[in-house]
């Protein structure tokens, strides 16, 4: 198990405590309702100094990471639509694109000088 300190998307499963389930609960009643792997790692695993673990290996994963994106899959995405709709009512323009690119740029050189990588196996 490796303690997650940053953004990580695409989170495949969750376990909660008792006390982190509650924690959660409370946090997700108080906010827009999103993806959950959104609502942690952008927001929740920020905010609040509850541990996220990650599992290695993997607890499970997603077909499309197992088969790749080009594979006939059996339990496709039912947020595809949704998430391109979002995209595109949230485009950033102007001085926020340069923003990001530089917030982006900052965490990959952080993630390059401090993350471990985890391989699913």
């Known amino acids: 198990?490796?303690?997650?300190?940053?953004?990580?998307?695409?989170t495949?499963?969750?376990?909660?405590s008792l006390k982190g389930s509650h924690t959660f609960f409370n946090y997700i009643n108080k906010t827009i309702l999103r993806p959950l792997d959104e609502l942690i790692f952008e927001e929740f695993i920020l905010n609040?100094?509850?541990?996220?673990?990650?599992m290695k290996p993997a607890l499970c994963?997603?077909?499309?990471i197992l088969a790749g994106p080009e594979a006939d899959l059996l339990l496709p995405s039912l947020l595809i639509n949704e998430r391109k709709d979002r995209m595109k009512a949230n485009k950033t323009t102007g001085f926020n694109k340069v923003r990001r690119e530089l917030k982006r740029v900052a965490q990959q050189t952080k993630k390059a000088l401090l993350a471990k990588e985890i391989a699913f196996k």
């Open 61 to 64: 994963i997603q077909e499309i």
């Open 48 to 54: 609040y100094d509850e541990p996220i673990y990650q």
């Open 1 to 10: 198990m490796h303690q997650l300190k940053s953004k990580h998307l695409g």
């Open 12 to 16: 495949g499963g969750y376990i909660l």
